[in-house]
């Protein structure tokens, strides 16, 4: 049928192939709608809603449990709605592009071939040569958009940042979040800028060397703003529940569209916005429990893969209970992601800094012996006991990769699960941040940073959620509840920040006038950044193996990490101590011992007076070795004018031992 210029067929060669299952998209002879709405008995568009241009269009079946239709008279910025059977209410495309007015308003038609893009030799970046910089677009700059954020991506490639992992930007209601309330699965949320910002934004990370990945949450929708189960009430899982509400349905019967729908969006931010990878949220709480199919979290990876086969792109995982198979290939029974945050390291690390353990720290001591076995094998917890839980947690990871986990000081949720969100530089002293801090970068594992952290930003950041006010009450409500475990914060409970207040986001703002006047610490940022890229050995080029080991100290506060090199003066040695000044007359430790004709020679240390230190010895002496308290040096080998083997020096005329000769 046609009303008013529309048409719900079209002749052959009219329509192109589709780059999603639903929504919107522009074709040669209109534009083509597509939904999905297996139970729905009539499905009606709604074009120019609430305007003298409005006009209807009635979709049909396709032949499956979608609607489609092409309108002639519609394209890119035509808005729209549907109306489902005799429901009244307009509702947004579940497979909007673009949500002007929010997740409630009328979408809009966007046309992603018109944006023209500048990044055509661009590659992308490989795990091996990853530093990582958690990003909030809504806090990074005070104007919280892409393009104001794009104003300072030349510094932190300057810096030696290389990976932009963007925290997520589906659309979600109100005035500000964090993102993972998302509800619009292929919208980016309009109050970070038109979807051709966010486009300009990945541009020009691509013409200055940096790559970036998106955090997706497949794992649930927010509360408020989600249509996508009155369209197909199948969406949601009747079989589990997650921590957020009720989880996808992603095995079982009916779970193909689902299916089909969150893989499909994997593709398009990939495809369309030229994303060079994911951050999967919680993959823990992603339920696919059915042999029968591809587990989805695989399903995700292999997506990625194939969106952009010219070109390295990366899948990084979430995951609480460590489930090392995330991280293994397929071939071996594993799911091909790339890497994994590691929460075992961020835990022990901050023990260490801070000297509390409260509620899930409670299982780490933040000892040297823990922080070299995490450096060594990623997880602490690869099936022991974990008393937190009272169960097992954690699997084997002894066979793989350094540098397939994660390791951070500081991320989003762990500055904002603490009552007012202090970075964790402020919560200890300088030179013991500083020592781990240069470990973070200097060390196996892929390094993250989280936004600011590059120059010790002095700003919050704290859990903020714009929501209508009962909705409000409720997150407000949880949030003290979750904080309860800390027992330090219940007794503080009162000084928490309110989520839905204005004032708590505003404060969580970066101030980038700290990069200059925090420039020593942006200059050892940069100086262990370039290490890590420059050095064969540390980048892994020369690099043939590595072991860590805590030295010998009752209290546990010093440890070395050796990188073996492919020749003598390849071996490298961080010397971490985070603890008084020491003077060890002897050193039992192997791995201290310098490669043959060589002796350690200080290339680097967190206490240099250039960072803000109070000066450093030099790590070996001839009396021994000294270690300077909260600090990290990193040793590189020398020839020794010592020779430690040959033929005995000669006796002095006034020894007393008798010679051969003058026995004779």
């Given at each position: 049928m046609?009303?008013?210029?529309?048409?719900?067929?079209?002749?052959?060669?009219?329509?192109?192939?589709?780059?999603?299952?639903?929504?919107?998209?522009?074709?040669?002879?209109g534009?083509?709608l597509?939904?999905?709405?297996?139970t729905?008995?009539?499905?009606?568009?709604?074009?120019?809603?609430?305007?003298?241009?409005?006009?209807?269009?009635?979709?049909?079946?396709?032949?499956t449990?979608?609607?489609?239709?092409?309108?002639?008279?519609?394209?890119?910025?035509?808005?729209?709605?549907?109306?489902?059977?005799?429901?009244?209410?307009?509702?947004?495309?579940?497979?909007?592009?673009?949500?002007?007015?929010?997740?409630?308003?009328?979408?809009?038609?966007?046309?992603?071939?018109?944006?023209?893009w500048?990044?055509?030799?661009?590659?992308?970046?490989?795990?091996?040569?990853?530093?990582?910089?958690?990003?909030?677009?809504?806090?990074?700059?005070?104007?919280?958009?892409?393009?104001?954020?794009?104003?300072?991506?030349?510094?932190?490639?300057?810096?030696?940042?290389?990976?932009?992992?963007?925290?997520?930007?589906?659309?979600?209601?109100?005035r500000?979040?964090?993102?993972?309330?998302?509800?619009?699965?292929?919208?980016?949320?309009?109050?970070?800028?038109?979807?051709?910002?966010?486009?300009?934004?990945?541009?020009?990370?691509?013409?200055?060397?940096?790559?970036?990945?998106?955090?997706?949450?497949?794992?649930?929708?927010?509360?408020?703003?989600?249509?996508?189960?009155?369209?197909?009430?199948s969406?949601?899982?009747?079989?589990?529940?997650?921590?957020?509400?009720?989880?996808?349905?992603?095995?079982?019967?009916?779970?193909?569209?689902?299916?089909?729908?969150?893989?499909?969006?994997?593709?398009?931010?990939?495809?369309?916005?030229?994303?060079?990878?994911l951050?999967?949220?919680?993959?823990?709480?992603?339920?696919?429990?059915?042999?029968?199919?591809?587990?989805?979290?695989?399903?995700?990876?292999?997506a990625v893969?194939?969106?952009?086969?010219?070109?390295?792109t990366?899948?990084?995982?979430?995951?609480?209970?460590?489930r090392?198979?995330?991280v293994?290939?397929?071939?071996?029974?594993?799911?091909?992601?790339?890497?994994?945050?590691?929460?075992?390291?961020?835990?022990?690390?901050?023990?260490?800094?801070?000297?509390?353990?409260?509620?899930?720290?409670?299982?780490?001591?933040?000892?040297?012996?823990?922080?070299?076995?995490?450096l060594k094998?990623?997880?602490?917890?690869?099936g022991?006991?974990?008393?937190?839980?009272?169960?097992?947690?954690?699997?084997?990871?002894?066979?793989?990769?350094?540098?397939?986990?994660?390791?951070?000081?500081?991320?989003?949720?762990?500055?904002?699960?603490?009552?007012?969100?202090?970075?964790?530089?402020?919560?200890?002293?300088p030179?013991?941040?500083?020592?781990?801090?240069?470990?973070?970068?200097?060390?196996?594992?892929t390094?993250?940073?989280?936004?600011?952290?590059?120059?010790?930003?002095?700003?919050?950041?704290?859990?903020?959620?714009?929501?209508?006010?009962?909705?409000?009450?409720?997150?407000?409500?949880?949030?003290?509840?979750?904080?309860?475990?800390?027992?330090?914060?219940?007794?503080?409970?009162?000084?928490?920040?309110?989520?839905?207040?204005?004032?708590?986001?505003?404060?969580?703002?970066?101030?980038?006038?700290?990069?200059?006047?925090?420039?020593s610490?942006?200059?050892?940022?940069?100086?262990l950044?370039a290490?890590?890229?420059?050095?064969?050995?540390?980048a892994?080029?020369?690099?043939?193996?590595?072991?860590?080991?805590?030295?010998?100290?009752?209290?546990?506060?010093?440890?070395?990490?050796?990188?073996?090199?492919?020749?003598?003066?390849?071996?490298?040695?961080?010397?971490?101590?985070?603890?008084?000044?020491?003077?060890?007359?002897?050193?039992?430790?192997?791995?201290?011992?310098?490669?043959?004709?060589?002796r350690?020679?200080?290339?680097?240390?967190?206490?240099?007076?250039?960072?803000?230190?109070?000066?450093?010895?030099?790590t070996?002496?001839?009396?021994?070795?000294?270690?300077?308290?909260?600090?990290?040096?990193?040793?590189?080998?020398?020839?020794?004018?010592?020779?430690?083997?040959?033929?005995?020096?000669?006796?002095?005329?006034?020894?007393?031992?008798?010679?051969?000769?003058?026995?004779?």
């Open positions: 046609s009303i008013d210029g529309a048409i719900d067929g079209a002749s052959d060669g009219m329509i192109a192939p589709r780059r999603a299952p639903i929504g919107a998209e522009v074709q040669r002879d534009v083509e597509r939904v999905w709405a297996p729905t008995k009539r499905v009606e568009a709604v074009l120019d809603p609430g305007t003298r241009h409005e006009r209807r269009v009635l979709l049909d079946r396709d032949g449990q979608h609607w489609r239709v092409l309108v002639r008279e519609a394209g890119p910025g035509t808005r729209y709605g549907f109306l489902l059977d005799d429901d009244p209410k307009l509702y947004p495309d579940p497979g909007s592009r673009s949500q002007p007015d929010g997740p409630h308003g009328a979408s809009e038609v966007i046309d992603p071939r018109a944006f023209t500048s990044d055509h030799e661009w590659r992308g970046r490989a795990l091996r040569d990853a530093v990582f910089y958690e990003m909030h677009v809504g806090t990074f700059t005070r104007a919280g958009t892409w393009r104001a954020a794009a104003e300072h991506l030349r510094e932190l490639a300057d810096v030696g940042i290389t990976v932009i992992e963007m925290m997520p930007v589906t659309a979600f209601p109100g500000f979040g964090w993102g993972y309330d998302g509800v619009s699965l292929f919208a980016p949320y309009a109050g970070y800028g038109r979807p051709d910002d966010l486009r300009r934004f990945v541009d020009h990370a691509h013409g200055l060397g940096l790559a970036v990945i998106l955090d997706v949450v497949y794992n649930h929708l927010g509360p408020d703003g989600n249509y996508l189960p009155r369209f197909s009430p969406f949601s899982s009747d079989r589990y529940e997650t921590d957020w509400g009720l989880s996808p349905r992603f095995d079982g019967p009916g779970c193909e569209p689902v299916r089909e729908l969150v893989i499909a969006n994997a593709r398009f931010w990939i495809d369309e916005y030229r994303f060079d990878g951050r999967l949220d919680a993959t823990q709480d992603i339920y696919d429990f059915d042999a029968d199919h591809e587990h989805l979290v695989s399903a995700l990876a292999r893969r194939d969106a952009a086969p010219e070109r390295t990366l899948v990084i995982g979430e995951n609480e209970p460590q090392v198979e995330l293994r290939p397929r071939d071996e029974g594993g799911m091909g992601l790339d890497a994994l945050w590691n929460d075992d390291f961020h835990h022990s690390a901050t023990v260490a800094l801070t000297g509390r353990d409260e509620a899930y720290y409670r299982d780490y001591t933040g000892s040297a012996q823990e922080i070299a076995s995490a094998h990623g997880f602490l917890y690869q022991q006991r974990y008393a937190w839980q009272s169960q097992r947690r954690g699997t084997a990871t002894f066979d793989v990769d350094p540098t397939r986990f994660v390791a951070y000081l500081q991320n989003h949720d762990q500055v904002a699960n603490s009552l007012d969100g202090r970075r964790v530089h402020q919560l200890t002293c030179a013991k941040y500083r020592a781990l801090l240069s470990l973070v970068l200097l060390g196996p594992a390094p993250l940073l989280f936004q600011g952290e590059e120059f010790l930003a002095s700003a919050p950041f704290l859990y903020f959620a714009d929501h209508e006010p009962a909705l409000a009450a409720c997150v407000r409500k949880g949030r003290g509840e979750f904080l309860a475990q800390f027992p330090s914060v219940a007794q503080a409970r009162a000084r928490l920040s309110d989520p839905a207040a204005l004032e708590t986001f505003e404060r969580s703002k970066l101030d980038h006038a700290e990069r200059t006047r925090n420039a610490h942006v200059d050892m940022v940069r100086t950044l290490l890590r890229r420059e050095d064969r050995t540390i892994g080029d020369a690099r043939v193996g590595l072991d860590a080991a805590a030295l010998s100290d009752p209290a546990q506060h010093a440890l070395v990490l050796r990188y073996f090199g492919s020749a003598p003066d390849h071996d490298r040695l961080l010397v971490v101590n985070l603890g008084p000044s020491r003077h060890l007359a002897s050193c039992s430790e192997p791995l201290c011992a310098p490669p043959f004709a060589r350690w020679r200080d290339a680097f240390s967190s206490e240099d007076p250039r960072w803000g230190g109070r000066g450093a010895t030099p070996e002496q001839d009396d021994g070795w000294h270690l300077t308290a909260d600090s990290t040096a990193l040793l590189v080998p020398e020839p020794d004018p010592t020779p430690r083997f040959g033929p005995p020096e000669k006796k002095r005329s006034s020894d007393t031992t008798t010679s051969t000769e003058e026995r004779r």
